[in-house]
């Protein structure tokens, strides 16, 4: 099973700053999803196969990496971006990493 | 419009089978390369995959529950299932399904079971 680490745990941004998440694999995956998901609600894709952004998401964000390390990024931090983001490897079996929850600072 | 709903028992007890269905809808799990997956997430907690069926019957399950999961779908009536078997109250969570096709890329609600004697 490939283990998936997210840092960090939580964290806290101003607006207009840039934010970035890391995801490291316990291996070599070939791509990352990415999740965003706010309290009372189902994840939403958010990036898919490492760098392509969802329907919906603003081009604020960005995502890359390869191999097991991987990033997701937020070029000026807006409020709606406060909720917590889980990486997702795509080889059987499936795993999340822990989750980073943003806040607004 | 793709929209999944995710349907369960609400509370069972311990030692009880859960059994959830999701109803689906703007896809076919009869296409090539469709799937539905189904993950869940305890209150507070991340999520954790449990099982995927595909649209030639495919199915592939989390290890770590294997021998408790069975999953299967009714392409017919646009469902797919999920049994747990002897279940405790760690299995407490929201349960959802999703859409695959490059990742999960619908979701459902989610249903929220508790395991309480």
């Known amino acids: 099973e490939i283990v998936l680490t997210q840092s960090p745990t939580t964290m806290t941004a101003s607006p207009g700053e840039k934010v970035t998440i890391t995801c490291r694999a316990s291996?070599?995956?070939?791509?990352m999803h990415w999740y965003q998901q706010k309290p009372g609600a189902s994840p939403k894709p958010w990036i898919y196969e490492t760098s392509k952004l969802a329907s919906g998401v603003p081009d604020r964000f960005s995502g890359s990496g390869s191999g097991t390390s991987y990033s997701l990024t937020i070029n000026n931090m807006e409020a709606e971006d406060a909720a917590t983001y889980y990486c997702q490897q795509w080889n059987y079996p499936y795993t999340f990493g822990a989750g980073t929850k943003l806040e607004l600072k | 419009q793709v929209t999944l709903k995710e349907s369960g028992p609400g509370i069972l007890q311990p030692s009880q089978t859960l059994s959830l269905t999701c109803t689906f809808s703007g896809f076919s799990l009869s296409t090539y390369g469709m799937g539905v997956g189904w993950i869940r997430q305890p209150s507070g907690k991340g999520l954790e995959w449990l099982a995927n069926i595909w649209w030639d019957d495919d199915k592939y399950y989390n290890p770590s529950l294997k021998n408790r999961l069975t999953i299967s779908k009714d392409t017919s009536n646009n469902q797919a299932f999920l049994k747990i078997t002897n279940v405790d109250t760690a299995d407490t969570a929201t349960y959802y399904c999703a859409r695959i096709t490059t990742n999960f890329d619908y979701w459902g609600q989610g249903v929220m079971v508790t395991v309480s004697s």
């Open positions: 291996s070599s995956v070939s791509y």
